[in-house]
């Protein structure tokens, strides 16, 4: 399998003693969707952060293991570098410059294009074209965009790019659901049509595994269960727990409402 992302059991400690990670290992392949998928705590956020290098800023440090991006081991390389080198990632909460209009923030975007053959073609009616919203709002001071003009702003900057790789970290957080569902579909013809590989970070279930090919749950730092999305998707444990249908009964419920060492007991025999 050609992977443009390989995770080798990594482990991550945070201020040297706190452990977040625990022998996380994921494989990402060229131009497939890959969804990671686990509750608030479990370590989503801090596995893309181990992978675009921003650690550092939160004096976190991988301790062993190994990440590589397109086959090259991604050690001491410094985050701008990766970008340029076609990896991006948006980060949870959007992340805009709110007092720069939106055409602003996508300029500001082609910092990643530096020194590169295609930097002459910057991509800004490739944005529009996927986000027809942004088009109209172009003059528009980014801060006073809605939450989801926000997410698309952000994913508009990830384009700009040209990457290989983007990481999208909780791209539906405080989005209502149809702004969701029409996200999750720009970004599968994103996938569909221009070829980049989405490594999608998400507490929404349903609808990451309604896009994605293959897809990995986390607990407590590691990887308990992973499989190709229909296989999750059939599976009782992840029904039960994560898409809110299952038991005996077939009604819908929450894995909080299940006692913890249960569903560790019956992921982990």
Do not use: C
């Not at 400690?13 to 996380?24: A, M």
């Not at 596995?47 to 550092?56: E, I, R």
């Not at 709002?137 to 006073?144: F, H, I, M, P, V």
């Not at 308990?224 to 296989?231: F, H, L, N, T």
């Amino acid at each position: 399998m050609d992977a443009v992302l390989e995770i080798e059991n990594i482990e991550v400690v945070y201020n040297k003693t706190v452990q977040v990670l625990r022998g996380l290992s994921l494989t990402v392949p060229r131009g497939a969707i890959v969804a990671l998928l686990g509750s608030n705590g479990a370590g989503k956020s801090t596995t893309l952060k181990s992978v675009s290098g921003l650690l550092a800023l939160e004096d976190g440090e991988v301790t062993a293991g190994d990440i590589r991006f397109k086959g090259q081991s991604l050690k001491n390389r410094p985050p701008e570098k990766l970008v340029r080198e076609g990896l991006f990632h948006v980060m949870e909460g959007r992340r805009v410059f709110e007092d720069l209009t939106v055409e602003e923030n996508l300029v500001a975007a082609t910092y990643a294009l530096s020194g590169r053959e295609d930097a002459r073609s910057r991509g800004y009616e490739l944005v529009y074209d996927y986000f027809p919203r942004l088009r109209e709002r172009r003059r528009q001071l980014a801060g006073y965009l809605s939450g989801g003009e926000q997410q698309m702003l952000a994913l508009g900057r990830a384009l700009i790019a040209r990457p290989e790789l983007i990481m999208l970290d909780e791209p539906s957080l405080g989005l209502a659901p149809l702004l969701v569902e029409e996200i999750f579909e720009i970004v599968a013809r994103i996938n569909r049509e221009q070829g980049t590989a989405i490594l999608l970070v998400e507490q929404n279930a349903a609808v990451s595994l309604a896009i994605a090919s293959y897809g990995y749950i986390m607990e407590n730092g590691k990887i308990v269960i992973d499989g190709p999305a229909e296989k999750l998707t059939a599976n009782e444990d992840v029904r039960e727990f994560y898409l809110g249908v299952g038991g005996q009964d077939g009604e819908a419920r929450s894995y909080r409402e299940i006692k913890h060492y249960k569903r560790r007991k019956r992921w982990l025999s």
